[in-house]
């Protein structure tokens, strides 16, 4: 890590706390209503004393959250694996992919609820639904873009069409998996609270919930709070194993920028 | 709408139609095969490793059918080297695809080591332009990739040999002046650096056919030159058959036992004839006037074939 990329993170950390200091500025000078928008010191404050009562929830929407999004992530590797081998697959699933993935999922929820009652499965169902999407399509992409040469020298060798998926489609794509996981975990919150949000009695989602029709302001920041943190966390555990596995595809890049 | 909608229904018709008459002649192809088949294998010094019987070979069916290669009687002795020279798109690598297996002849038969050609069977090596290393693995893996399918190295793979693999990997290595190299990854390596780890994957499960489709087409002149030393080591060494693709005339000379020359597309054979300079030949040898009489001669061939298809489609 050179000087200037040192300088650049500070820059950015710098920025980061001067926009929360801009907000608590702006709501003390405007003397702004915390039923409408609370200070951040005080968001920070409700966090730090409600935090035995959240806790709970963190772990129901984080378990509900991973939960979904593991169950996802299998299905979108399946699916996109099969679509990216055989063309009929790919002809006939990706209208219904795409038709599926533009419903707005707060309108599958009650559907959800109808068949499994409220509770955790609707947002593991909910979860999984939004998030495999990104993760079938990047799956598909990797593996129509292995080179057709590589493809007739295997060819030539004998190789069948598992031999090819999987010493050379499937770890091509290990770059485009990567990249969806990180989209696909985001995602995966959503789903989670949308449902909790609707037809749940825990996690975060339900606890907003709760705190808006009570105007408790201050708590429903620090409910949004604590998603942003949790989606920033697991965004950087995705890219941390990212860097790790498939260093192969950035690493190119490296040599050519020192 | 509707002259539309009866448009489509014709059009669906005349396909039908066209698909069953495809699969009327698969089944007198088949028919004829079988004939072929039990054909004894003309003698010769040495066996036959390839041959070609009335091959021809069309893309497509109908008003787009495109012809790639017209009826072509080619054989191939084991062990030879042979160049297939040509203006280009005149079906040279439709012939490397056909002894693949990569490719059905739409006519004829292709046989290769005494069988018709199947794709599953066949096990050649091969090498294209493009060195399509994996990049997430070392070149010595990339090696040893041929051996992870073809059998009977493939059931060893896991087991004991391994090692003796990897020696092997690195022997080829060695040979073709990448020691040292095998740990490296592909994008650590140079252009030329890669094609020479291409022909050590083609060469890995020591196949008996070596097929190279413009292998150093992407070259400098002096990598090139440097390629076919090592070449035609590696061939003197493995004395695998080769075909070889190529559009230079004295890559063709350099290397090959045999050059053929063909025709515009559709393309046929136009000339079969032997080289006979000593081995191993140099680079100076290409500049000396038998070498470049032979040349020139190719050239003289190739410049007409050309000039016949422009004053065709003229």
């Given at each position: 890590m050179s000087g200037l990329d040192i300088r650049q993170k500070a820059w950015s950390a710098a920025l980061i706390v001067l926009f929360f200091i801009a907000w608590e500025l702006f709501c003390v000078m405007t003397g702004m209503s915390d039923l409408v928008l609370p200070r951040p010191s005080q968001v920070f404050v409700t966090l730090f004393e409600r935090f035995p009562v959240l806790w709970p929830h963190i772990i129901q929407t984080l378990a509900t959250t991973m939960f979904g999004f593991v169950l996802g992530v299998a299905l979108g590797v399946a699916l996109g694996a099969f679509i990216g081998v055989s063309k009929t697959a790919y002809d006939t699933a990706y209208p219904l992919l795409i038709g599926f993935s533009s419903i707005p999922k707060v309108a599958v929820v009650p559907i959800f609820v109808l068949w499994f009652g409220s509770g955790t499965v609707p947002a593991v169902l909910t979860a999984l639904s939004i998030c495999f999407f990104p993760i079938v399509v990047n799956i598909a992409t990797g593996l129509a873009t292995t080179e057709p040469e590589l493809e007739d020298v295997l060819k030539a060798l004998g190789a069948s069409k598992f031999d090819i998926l999987w010493n050379v489609g499937l770890p091509r794509t290990m770059p485009f998996f990567f990249a969806s996981l990180k989209v696909a975990i985001s995602y995966a919150f959503v789903g989670a609270v949308l449902s909790e949000t609707v037809?749940?009695?825990?996690?975060i989602g339900n606890v907003m919930m709760t705190a808006s029709s009570n105007f408790n302001v201050p708590l429903v920041f620090a409910g949004l709070f604590v998603l942003a943190g949790l989606g920033v966390a697991l965004y950087v555990v995705f890219s941390l194993i990212e860097g790790q596995v498939t260093g192969w595809a950035t690493r190119k890049n490296d040599v050519i920028a020192t | 709408m509707r002259v539309l909608i009866s448009l489509v229904a014709l059009i669906r018709g005349k396909i039908a139609l066209a698909s069953g008459l495809h699969a009327l002649f698969a089944v007198m192809r088949m028919q004829a095969n079988s004939e072929f088949s039990g054909a004894p294998v003309p003698s010769g010094n040495a066996p036959i490793a390839i041959e070609l019987s009335d091959a021809s070979v069309t893309f497509g069916?109908?008003?787009?059918a495109v012809p790639a290669l017209s009826t072509t009687t080619l054989r191939i002795s084991e062990g030879e080297f042979v160049a297939l020279v040509g203006p280009?798109?005149?079906?040279k690598s439709t012939i490397l695809r056909l002894v693949s297996g990569l490719v059905q002849p739409t006519t004829g038969v292709v046989i290769v080591g005494g069988r018709e050609v199947a794709a599953r069977a066949m096990r050649v090596g091969m090498a294209f332009q493009?060195?399509?290393?994996?990049?997430?693995?070392?070149i010595e893996r990339n090696i040893m990739l041929p051996l992870k399918i073809v059998e009977p190295f493939r059931s060893q793979f896991r087991k004991l040999r391994k090692t003796e693999f990897r020696d092997k990997a690195n022997a080829l290595l060695e040979q073709v002046g990448l020691k040292g190299f095998g740990g490296r990854f592909p994008w650590q390596l140079s252009g030329g650096m890669l094609q020479r780890a291409n022909l050590c994957r083609a060469l890995i499960h020591e196949p008996r056919l070596l097929l190279l489709d413009?292998?150093?087409?992407?070259?400098?002149q002096f990598t090139r030159e440097e390629l076919w030393s090592i070449l035609q080591g590696l061939w003197m060494t493995h004395k695998p058959t080769v075909l070889l693709v190529t559009h230079d005339l004295r890559e063709a000379g350099f290397l090959a036992s045999r050059i053929c020359v063909m025709s515009a597309r559709p393309g046929r054979i136009l000339d079969d004839s032997h080289v006979s300079f000593a081995r191993p030949r140099t680079v100076a040898m290409t500049f000396e006037s038998d070498f470049v009489a032979l040349n020139q001669k190719l050239r003289a061939m190739i410049v007409d074939a050309r000039s016949a298809t422009q004053e065709g489609a003229a």
């Amino acid at each position: 890590m050179s000087g200037l990329d040192i300088r650049q993170k500070a820059w950015s950390a710098a920025l980061i706390v001067l926009f929360f200091i801009a907000w608590e500025l702006f709501c003390v000078m405007t003397g702004m209503s915390d039923l409408v928008l609370p200070r951040p010191s005080q968001v920070f404050v409700t966090l730090f004393e409600r935090f035995p009562v959240l806790w709970p929830h963190i772990i129901q929407t984080l378990a509900t959250t991973m939960f979904g999004f593991v169950l996802g992530v299998a299905l979108g590797v399946a699916l996109g694996a099969f679509i990216g081998v055989s063309k009929t697959a790919y002809d006939t699933a990706y209208p219904l992919l795409i038709g599926f993935s533009s419903i707005p999922k707060v309108a599958v929820v009650p559907i959800f609820v109808l068949w499994f009652g409220s509770g955790t499965v609707p947002a593991v169902l909910t979860a999984l639904s939004i998030c495999f999407f990104p993760i079938v399509v990047n799956i598909a992409t990797g593996l129509a873009t292995t080179e057709p040469e590589l493809e007739d020298v295997l060819k030539a060798l004998g190789a069948s069409k598992f031999d090819i998926l999987w010493n050379v489609g499937l770890p091509r794509t290990m770059p485009f998996f990567f990249a969806s996981l990180k989209v696909a975990i985001s995602y995966a919150f959503v789903g989670a609270v949308l449902s909790e949000t609707v037809a749940s009695n825990r996690g975060i989602g339900n606890v907003m919930m709760t705190a808006s029709s009570n105007f408790n302001v201050p708590l429903v920041f620090a409910g949004l709070f604590v998603l942003a943190g949790l989606g920033v966390a697991l965004y950087v555990v995705f890219s941390l194993i990212e860097g790790q596995v498939t260093g192969w595809a950035t690493r190119k890049n490296d040599v050519i920028a020192t | 709408m509707r002259v539309l909608i009866s448009l489509v229904a014709l059009i669906r018709g005349k396909i039908a139609l066209a698909s069953g008459l495809h699969a009327l002649f698969a089944v007198m192809r088949m028919q004829a095969n079988s004939e072929f088949s039990g054909a004894p294998v003309p003698s010769g010094n040495a066996p036959i490793a390839i041959e070609l019987s009335d091959a021809s070979v069309t893309f497509g069916r109908g008003a787009r059918a495109v012809p790639a290669l017209s009826t072509t009687t080619l054989r191939i002795s084991e062990g030879e080297f042979v160049a297939l020279v040509g203006p280009s798109g005149c079906g040279k690598s439709t012939i490397l695809r056909l002894v693949s297996g990569l490719v059905q002849p739409t006519t004829g038969v292709v046989i290769v080591g005494g069988r018709e050609v199947a794709a599953r069977a066949m096990r050649v090596g091969m090498a294209f332009q493009n060195p399509t290393m994996l990049p997430w693995m070392t070149i010595e893996r990339n090696i040893m990739l041929p051996l992870k399918i073809v059998e009977p190295f493939r059931s060893q793979f896991r087991k004991l040999r391994k090692t003796e693999f990897r020696d092997k990997a690195n022997a080829l290595l060695e040979q073709v002046g990448l020691k040292g190299f095998g740990g490296r990854f592909p994008w650590q390596l140079s252009g030329g650096m890669l094609q020479r780890a291409n022909l050590c994957r083609a060469l890995i499960h020591e196949p008996r056919l070596l097929l190279l489709d413009e292998p150093f087409g992407a070259l400098d002149q002096f990598t090139r030159e440097e390629l076919w030393s090592i070449l035609q080591g590696l061939w003197m060494t493995h004395k695998p058959t080769v075909l070889l693709v190529t559009h230079d005339l004295r890559e063709a000379g350099f290397l090959a036992s045999r050059i053929c020359v063909m025709s515009a597309r559709p393309g046929r054979i136009l000339d079969d004839s032997h080289v006979s300079f000593a081995r191993p030949r140099t680079v100076a040898m290409t500049f000396e006037s038998d070498f470049v009489a032979l040349n020139q001669k190719l050239r003289a061939m190739i410049v007409d074939a050309r000039s016949a298809t422009q004053e065709g489609a003229a």
